[in-house]
């Protein structure tokens, strides 16, 4: 595709509600980055594919937090028991092995 | 661990003054660095980088120099436009894969 799409742009959601994020990459693109940027900061990572395999997830905040790239190519966010501190915009980024990283649109969280 | 600083904003400058914004950064190894720009309602997008030490990244009249021995990279712009008005965030990539570690972002408002 011609960038990386998420969908959907905004989520609302009710606290303890499941809710689930996608991100399309860029076509050929074997890296894919979760990162979480609260309002007014900067974003922070999240997790790191390399094709299907989940190589890094060291920044997930808790167990409720989940993420997969069964087939390499597109990926799905899942959060469970949403919380009010979930609340943030959710960037996927790809990119080539080592090349730049190339960013998503975002998905605005937004837990009451 | 690998961290960012920048200086705070907002930045509000007159169009066509010179812009400068300050990061410094931690990092382990030898990164690369970047400087994204988020306009509003939209995405991230790359602006410039630099790979090694005295490298000058340069795009759209930005420029910044890696300079390891004071461990920073300033963004600067000798004559700015409405139109740079945005979030300017600073980040070195950390790891084997490249992850970015991002600044809490510079806003920056051009006047006419």
């Known amino acids: 595709g011609a960038g990386v799409s998420q969908s959907p742009r905004y989520k609302v959601a009710k606290r303890g509600q499941d809710v689930a994020l996608r991100c399309d990459p860029i076509s050929g693109h074997v890296s894919l980055f979760w990162y979480q940027q609260a309002l007014g900061q900067g974003p922070e990572f999240l997790t790191y594919f390399q094709n299907e395999a989940q190589l890094d997830k060291s920044g997930l905040p808790s167990d409720r937090f989940f993420a997969e790239r069964p087939e390499g190519s597109v990926s799905t966010l899942k959060i469970q028991r949403t919380q009010q501190e979930d609340s943030a915009v959710y960037l996927c980024?790809?990119?080539?092995?080592?090349?730049?990283?190339?960013f998503g649109a975002g998905t605005r969280l937004s837990v009451l | 661990g690998d961290s960012v600083t920048q200086m705070e904003g907002p930045v509000t400058l007159s169009e066509e003054a010179f812009l400068t914004i300050n990061c410094t950064y931690t990092?382990?190894?030898?990164?690369?660095l970047f400087w994204y720009v988020q306009y509003p309602g939209e995405g991230l997008q790359l602006l410039l980088k630099?790979?090694?030490?005295?490298d000058k990244g340069s795009n759209k009249g930005f420029e910044a120099t890696y300079r390891k021995e004071t461990t920073s990279f300033h963004l600067e712009k000798g004559s700015v436009q409405v139109s740079d008005s945005a979030v300017y965030f600073c980040a070195p990539n950390s790891g084997g894969y490249n992850k970015l570690i991002f600044g809490a972002g510079t806003r920056l408002a051009v006047h006419p």
């Open positions: 990092a382990t190894g030898y990164p690369s």
């Open positions: 630099a790979t090694k030490a005295d």
């Open positions: 980024a790809s990119s080539l092995p080592g090349g730049d990283q190339y």
